[in-house]
């Protein structure tokens, strides 16, 4: 029974129909096809913005150093929490395009509206402002690396903060399926896309093999933004392989030919949902036995404390992530559902708890 | 009818059912799992390189950015013939990882052992050459932009120039599986690994969804690749997506499980033989018909120059690729056929030619 | 004697004494003092572009890479002489910011109008232009690498071309004081200033010490220009060192207090006239002697083509320019002379040739 | 009076009268000559170092991305101070080059070897290392940006931890003679040579026009550094306008005909001892007088923390750095002296503290 990450099996299988079905026709390359075209109308839909530009990538790396490179001007930084995943785990790829992170210090993986406002404010008040890297945009996660969510108010302030100061929001959603499939969140695929100039629908963690879908909401930010990827080396040659994925799961899951405009009706939705009921059973299941949650998280990634003889113990049956190295013979871990996480694992996992 | 391209169908049927048959097992991301073992497996032993480090990587734009990039100093450019991919088509992708392309004059899409050891012998001689990009690596293709194929006695030739010279040669294989298809080459795949410091086996363009697999059949310079292939933005979370899929291609196609030595018993092998033999078909009725061939290719790739008006008859019942622009009222295109070119379809090209 | 190169020699005499008067006061640094703002007014003034934005470097290559990353979009690549420094000299620097450096065969070191406008429009018919570098902007020398100069007439035809094309036109003027000195050159100053977006004056080959002067006389183009020279690591602590050089050169010669509406009065001029004139010798020497011109150079370099036997003989007594490798028994040389050179020397070098 | 920074004045009135001695005479380019070789000379016995490599380079932000680019590996990053120059006043020259700072907290400008122990320690036994930048050299400065110093224990300390790691130090000495010549330090320029595999002698804030020297103590690491500084377009034409500055200042200083094996023997000793002289006078006249130290320097900064309201007063007659943006009415600034300074404006400054 594998726990250790959202990314371990390969796609739902109406993917893999979907694929069988194609397979005998011809496509053209580079995104010019018509299941790339049939994608981004849902897409469109789905996000209620109809003038917004899709693109297909490969991977979240991928697709994080090619958006914020094409952001941002050659001198200026992005600002991150410092506990993102552009900020650590993926060695270099931003500094590689030449920008610096700029990290701020993250609570429960987020930051707020205020510590970007003090930060950009404290900058133009430097008088050293032109030697130091400019703050050229921001970048979220949500969920957050420790599956936490911003509320739709803490979103609507970092929006109005990043567009008082004319920078742009980028929000990575890697994990965005369990983050609009989480039980009391506020937060929608619309109101993401009327926040942020930029961000991607996660493909590779919520059931594609592969692929994200960027998501240029505020359509001039995608200028050139093909001669962007092809430069990065992150143009799919048969682009329909990522696109005829989404466009399966941005449909509606029980009638593939319906059209959805509601996020809720989409096998995306779907599927993620079902993560998040086995990560809630997880949750209440640790609550009762006793167990110290790491932090609250009402998404896919739950995180708790346990002694390292407990840790092992688990280890036994079950693989998880370590979240941070031992300290005082106790160990923070991850447990981690996803859309193919089997309800029997989880009985079975509750029993080990 | 499409022949413009070889990248315009999804991928070989056998793909999609080892596909199904693994989407219910969990993997381990990044690569280290159990399918990109037996991949890499199958592939040193048709190598008959048993110390060859083997990587995965999505698409072939960016396995030569950073294949490149990894090889190369910083201060070092890679010697390419001016028709190139890395030279032309890839938008400065190479450029974007600091390297200078330094292009040689190509002969029907290939350069010689000549070339090259002129061009480093006179680097060298230069009394300013610390004020030159230094020559670090060369990089060939095979089949080449032009379909056509180095033998064993060139490739050897220039394999001995590169190591007199101490630069390690690079052949980008994205369409290695119709070169090694070919009718009268006497180059095998093991004489590929035994001559190329490093190469790739093509997966996008035969046969595969997406897929390019690197091989470093000398291992010492895969030192570090995968630090290397993070860094790009190029590392695929779940690896095994692209491994099955080779370890699918690289197969006995008749007998999946049976292990094969020779690249000829492979599903690869044999459906870029197909290939090539509708390639063979169509190039003997463009010959008998009396079309000026604009070179002698023995590849899936055959161009033609034709008059305006033959072209614009062929594009109301087929597609293909324009290789130069219109002069003179005659135009060259290209036809390229696939492992999924149906011999219908040629059947009715012939009749229309 | 040293005939080898133009930068052999420290610095004008009055430098030095304008350095030693204001050694004793203090001055703000990075740019932000009075001497700097004192040089470009008095570049501007020459120019006659009273808008143009002015900053100093301290070498060619550096300003070259700069201007050109700051003109640049990051997937656009610089259109330039297959001879020029850029794409030569200068150790693939352009490239190590990730641009492309696209060749033009040159003309004695030239590129035309024509060959701009035939690269540029062939790009956009191009059907795979997305897949191809953006040409971004056009790179020039005054004079070229052989020493040859622009006719007013092909400034102003390339000038229209870029234009109309919309790109920017930028010119290396490492020697532009041996360019404008010239005895029968129709391009001033002012029509530099007028044609092209970007252009720097050189002073390191032409009486400094060190530093170029960037002129953008398309102010829009000098837009966070700053910022581009810090992160490039070139920007001078103490900027009046490379300022109060130019604001000593760019004065009337005899009296540094006067300033001069044209540049024929500057101190600049009157230095590099006399280099013209000592080449002048030197070319009417060998024409008299019946040497060979290597080309027809009006400017401070002159290239000839000897024997193997004479080159030798030469190198008992000079220092040269080894311009080409041998070949035939025969080897190009070049005989540069600069705002140092001694008449006697000239006339020793006349005596034996 | 100006106190606000050390780079305010041109240079020692030496440099120019050697300026004058050798500006008849003529060398040759990029650092062939023997000027340069003259200047290596003192400074390989100054360093006791007779094995180094030394190169001279035009200014200090040059200097660290250029070392810090040869030193890594591409996918390596650099440990140092999060309020290091590199860190925060290079406005991300060292992510232009591609490689991301690594920020440990400082205490009073300095890292510790036990900070870069755990860092280090801590990555490899990350089981994400792999994700992550790799630790691959440490950055130090000396006197730090808040003008203290390490004692040569401590450095001992750090060089024996990052060779007992394998990866490299570097020193950036942008005011090493600060720090040399400081009243009760034990560090000497041997010491500094036996424990850093590269650091730099500054000039630019130490007497010089401009120019650093770069030295490779452990000559391993200077390989191919020529083309390295190439590549960032940092090789001065006239590399001898450097190096002569360098010969002049690390000469006798009353003979400067005489090698001196002892860096207290040199005008830049004694010139850099005078601005500490005047800094301690400051220092003293402050704590006399009840001043708050911000801390404790023994170099040529000084910090003090006084209210706006003094700050004001004192701007009215003497310019100083702001360092900290102002807190509740008071604010931290910064006094610094020079070789430059006058005794007499010191006295005077003493009067109106």
Known sequence: MHFDSDYMN???????KRMAEVSQQSFSGYGNDSLSQSAQEQICRLCQSPEA???FLAGGTQTNMVVIDALLRSFEGVLAADCAHIAIHESGAIEFTGHKVLPLNHNNGKITARQIDDYVTSYYNDPNWEHIVEPGMVYITHPTEYGTLYSLNELEEISNVCHRHNIPLYLDGA???YGLAALNTDVTLPDIARLCDAFY????????????AVVFSNPQKANRFFSHIKRHGALLAKGWGASLQFDTLMRHFDDPSRYANQTKDTLYFHICRHAINQAMRIREALLQKGYTLFLDSP?????INVSLQK?????NHI???QWEPPKDNRITIRLATSWA???????QLINLL
Not at 10 to 16: E, G, K, S, T
């Open 175 to 177: 994990r965005l399926g």
């Open 319 to 321: 693989t998880y992530g």
């Open 53 to 55: 530009k899709i693109f």
């Open 201 to 212: 629908i996660g493909g590779t963690k919520c059931g594609a093999i592969y692929g994200e």
């Open 10 to 16: 390969l796609c739902h299988p109406l993917i893999l």
């Open 311 to 315: 840790a092992k113990e688990l280890g």
């Open 341 to 347: 996480t089997k309800t029997e694992d989880v009985d």
């Open 299 to 303: 998404t896919n990634q739950q995180f």
